[in-house]
């Protein structure tokens, strides 16, 4: 069965290096641009979902991760609301 999967990807900078993380796989990249980590973790993801075909664990892990097929789509029942700073005060 080939499905379509819906995975939440984070991007952080720090100085000039930006970071993509996408936790429903424990995987983390980094790149020059926003758009290249984006990339470079998907393309993480691919292979780690290839990984698991061929050794024939993807089906556990999809299950263990929360996946479930939602129209067509996987997708975890976790969905990303809100993300953004906030401001919490320190007593120095």
């Known amino acids: ?6 995975a939440t990807v984070l991007i952080y900078r720090s ?11 424990d995987l983390v990249a980094t790149a020059g641009s ?15 979902l290839s990984q698991l075909a061929e050794e024939r ?6 299950a263990a991760a929360g996946f479930v097929v939602d129209n067509g789509v996987l997708r975890t029942e976790d969905r990303l609301v809100s993300a953004g700073e906030v ?5 120095l």
Do not use: S, W
Not at 1 to 6: C, F, G, N, R, T
Not at 15 to 25: D, L, V
Not at 36 to 41: F, G, H, P, R
Not at 57 to 62: I, N, R, S, Y
């Open 15 to 25: 100085g000039g290096i930006f970071r993509a993380e996408c936790a429903a796989f």
């Open 57 to 62: 664990e993807l089906d556990a892990f999809l």
């Open 34 to 48: 926003p758009e290249d980590a984006k990339e470079e973790v998907l393309r993480l993801v691919r292979r780690r």
């Open 1 to 6: 069965m080939i499905a379509d999967l819906v």
């Open 87 to 91: 401001i919490v005060t320190v007593p």
